[in-house]
């Protein structure tokens, strides 16, 4: 997205064009008009009558809040702000950094990118763009859906995987240092890793866009947009809808990022079934209490199941539970989807799950049209191809 604004200062008048690149600082016609922007270094086009200026300043333009900067002379300060676009991204940590407005937006764009993906010849348009794919955490979807996202779209990909083991993080590098040093072979970064709040972290560090694919038990804010774009898709609204979150609860971040986005939603109510040990977080529940979010806990699957629009399953997650083994088989197999639970479920309803899946959805489950998870997988691709145009080229 561009961000323009007329200005006149020191005799300079002009219009002022940030535009997503990488270059931090320019020189105009030899006045030495210096331009910096600390977030994420986007390119800043000054177009102004140099002629009228009555001596070389420096400038400084930053980001305030969302669609708004600050352009600082050595003696005024100038304010703009967005003209035609409601936001701008420069980041994804978090579910709670959109909103509805955001979520259209992104949701918009993610069609176009379906259309793309159908086309054979796919598109260009981040061609000479290079993404890092830095995890410190095993994947299949989230780092091949971005790759091929990438792929897609033209760009080119430098890969990690199980950078825990396999990268200087083993040598006792830090994030930052590791973030500092990537951020000089790529364009954008996708990051995931076993800190919750690591993202922020590299977020901070970094002058290139950072994309969170997971932080520890923290969140996984992509997952939670093809999540809420999915269930768009498939039960055809947001608003009023029903959804059962079932599983791991405790340490799931797929189920932690969704709650934040449906929150932003009306008349939707949370139904949470989980065994005891893996129960969801009073921040959660404190959150949607605040957002006004009805939400219930339940022992019965089948019983909730039958009030749903969609039933959310997620696998019991035995990497967290380091050596409570006891308490990982005491979750596990509590409660599985099989066609008990999908006979229960209404006709338009749907099942979910970020997978990978152990037997917590039965595989006869597959055959049936409710069974939206391997569709789900695939609307992750739209989502992540939307999202890398967004940060790489704006609106």
Same mark, same amino acid.
């Given at each position: 997205?561009?961000?323009?604004? &007329?200005?006149?200062?020191? #005799?300079?008048?002009?219009?002022? =064009?940030?535009?997503?690149?990488?270059?931090?600082?320019?020189?105009? #016609?030899?006045?030495?008009?210096?331009?910096?922007?600390?977030?994420?270094?986007? &390119?800043?086009?000054?177009?102004?009558?140099?002629? $009228?200026?009555?001596?070389?300043?420096?400038?400084?333009?930053?980001?305030?809040?969302?669609?708004?900067?600050?352009?600082?002379? /050595?003696?005024?300060? +100038?304010?703009?702000?967005?003209?035609? /676009?409601?936001?701008?991204?420069?980041?994804?940590?978090?579910?709670?950094?959109?909103?509805?407005?955001?979520?259209?937006?992104?949701?918009?764009? @993610?069609?176009?990118?379906?259309?793309?993906?159908?086309?054979? $010849?796919?598109?260009?348009?981040?061609?000479?763009?290079?993404?890092?794919?830095?995890?410190?955490?095993?994947?299949?979807?989230?780092?091949?859906?971005?790759?091929?996202?990438?792929?897609?779209?033209?760009?080119?990909?430098?890969?990690?995987?199980? @950078?825990?083991?396999? !990268?200087?993080?083993?040598?006792?590098?830090?994030?930052?240092?590791?973030?500092?040093?990537?951020?000089?072979?790529? *364009?954008?970064?996708?990051?995931?890793?076993?800190?919750?709040?690591a993202a922020r972290r590299a977020a901070a560090t970094a002058?290139?866009?950072?994309?969170?694919?997971?932080?520890?038990?923290?969140?996984?804010?992509?997952?939670?947009?093809?999540?809420?774009?999915?269930?768009?898709?498939?039960?055809?609204?947001?608003?009023?809808?029903?959804?059962?979150?079932?599983?791991?609860? @405790?340490?799931?971040? &797929?189920?932690?990022?969704?709650?934040?986005?449906?929150?932003?939603?009306?008349?939707? %109510?949370?139904?949470?079934? !989980?065994?005891?040990?893996? $129960?969801?977080?009073? *921040?959660?529940?404190?959150?949607?209490? &605040?957002?006004?979010?009805?939400?219930?806990?339940?022992?019965?699957?089948?019983?909730?199941?039958?009030?749903?629009?969609?039933?959310?399953?997620?696998?019991?997650?035995?990497?967290?539970?380091?050596?409570?083994?006891?308490?990982?088989?005491?979750?596990?197999?509590?409660?599985?989807?099989?066609? !008990?639970? =999908?006979?229960?479920?209404?006709?338009? @309803?749907?099942?979910?799950?970020?997978?990978?899946?152990?037997?917590?959805?039965?595989? *006869?489950?597959?055959?049936?049209?409710?069974?939206?998870?391997?569709?789900?997988? %695939?609307?992750? +691709?739209?989502?992540?191809?939307?999202?890398?145009?967004?940060?790489?080229?704006?609106?």
């Open positions: 997205m561009a961000i323009s604004s &007329t200005f006149s200062s020191h #005799g300079l008048r002009g219009k002022m =064009l940030v535009s997503p690149s990488r270059k931090s600082y320019s020189n105009f #016609g030899g006045n030495n008009v210096w331009l910096k922007q600390p977030v994420h270094c986007k &390119t800043i086009c000054l177009l102004a009558d140099m002629s $009228k200026s009555r001596s070389s300043f420096p400038v400084e333009l930053f980001k305030k809040g969302r669609n708004q900067c600050v352009m600082s002379t /050595n003696n005024s300060t +100038l304010q703009c702000s967005a003209l035609g /676009n409601k936001f701008q991204l420069d980041d994804v940590i978090e579910a709670q950094q959109f909103d509805r407005d955001t979520l259209s937006a992104i949701f918009e764009v @993610a069609r176009e990118m379906e259309k793309i993906e159908k086309k054979s $010849k796919g598109s260009e348009i981040l061609k000479g763009y290079l993404m890092s794919t830095l995890f410190y955490e095993p994947s299949t979807r989230t780092r091949l859906s971005f790759e091929s996202a990438m792929k897609r779209l033209g760009g080119e990909v430098l890969t990690t995987e199980n @950078a825990r083991e396999f !990268s200087s993080a083993a040598k006792g590098e830090t994030l930052e240092d590791t973030i500092r040093t990537v951020e000089g072979y790529s *364009d954008i970064i996708v990051m995931r890793h076993f800190e919750s709040g002058s290139i866009p950072i994309i969170n694919a997971g932080d520890g038990p923290g969140q996984h804010p992509t997952q939670a947009l093809l999540d809420v774009y999915t269930i768009e898709r498939e039960i055809g609204k947001l608003d009023g809808i029903k959804v059962a979150l079932v599983g791991d609860l @405790a340490y799931g971040r &797929t189920v932690r990022s969704l709650a934040y986005l449906l929150a932003k939603y009306q008349d939707v %109510k949370i139904y949470f079934v !989980s065994p005891d040990v893996v $129960k969801m977080k009073d *921040d959660i529940k404190d959150y949607l209490t &605040t957002m006004g979010v009805q939400w219930e806990e339940s022992a019965d699957l089948v019983e909730v199941a039958s009030k749903c629009d969609v039933v959310y399953q997620t696998r019991i997650q035995r990497e967290r539970f380091g050596e409570r083994v006891d308490l990982y088989e005491e979750a596990r197999g509590k409660y599985i989807v099989d066609m !008990s639970v =999908l006979n229960a479920m209404q006709k338009h @309803a749907v099942v979910m799950h970020p997978l990978p899946r152990l037997d917590e959805i039965t595989v *006869d489950v597959d055959e049936d049209p409710r069974a939206a998870y391997f569709r789900q997988a %695939k609307n992750g +691709l739209y989502i992540r191809m939307a999202l890398l145009k967004l940060l790489l080229l704006g609106w």
